[in-house]
Nanobody, 114 residues
Framework: QVQLVESGGGLVQPGGSLSLSCVAS????????MRWYRQAPGKQRELLAH???????DYAGTIKGRFTVSRDNAKNAVYLQMNGLKPEDTAVYYC????????WGRGTQVTVSS
């Protein structure tokens, strides 16, 4: 059974930082491209960051320079370091494993508010 479990969300003040983690099980993690998405209330799910199986990264313009995606294949984990958080970053954050099949985690809530 494939599982992706996100963690690390929470409440943070504007300008603060959070580090999200996503641990995968049931897949050969190292061969999957991994992505982070978010979905704010009333909005479509937004692709934030992509990290390929060989570690190449790409970012959406809205978070470039503030968020960093990384992975640790030995731990079957992908991370999203988020700095300089803004209220508009408030959303549920999801990780996704992209291969022949696509798998999703259940998300972790990030709230940026003073």
């Amino acid at each position: 059974q494939v599982q992706l479990v996100e963690s690390g969300g929470g409440l943070v003040q504007p300008g603060g930082s959070l580090s999200l983690s996503c641990v995968a099980s049931g897949i050969t993690f190292s061969i999957y491209n991994m992505r982070w998405y978010r979905q704010a209330p009333g909005k479509q799910r937004e692709l934030l960051a992509h990290i390929s199986s060989d570690g190449a990264t790409d970012y959406a313009g809205t978070i470039k320079g503030r968020f960093t995606v990384s992975r640790d294949n030995a731990k079957n984990a992908v991370y999203l370091q988020m700095n300089g958080l803004k209220p508009e970053d408030t959303a549920v954050y999801y990780c996704s494993a992209q291969g022949i099949l696509v798998y999703w985690g259940r998300g972790t809530q990030v709230t940026v508010s003073s």
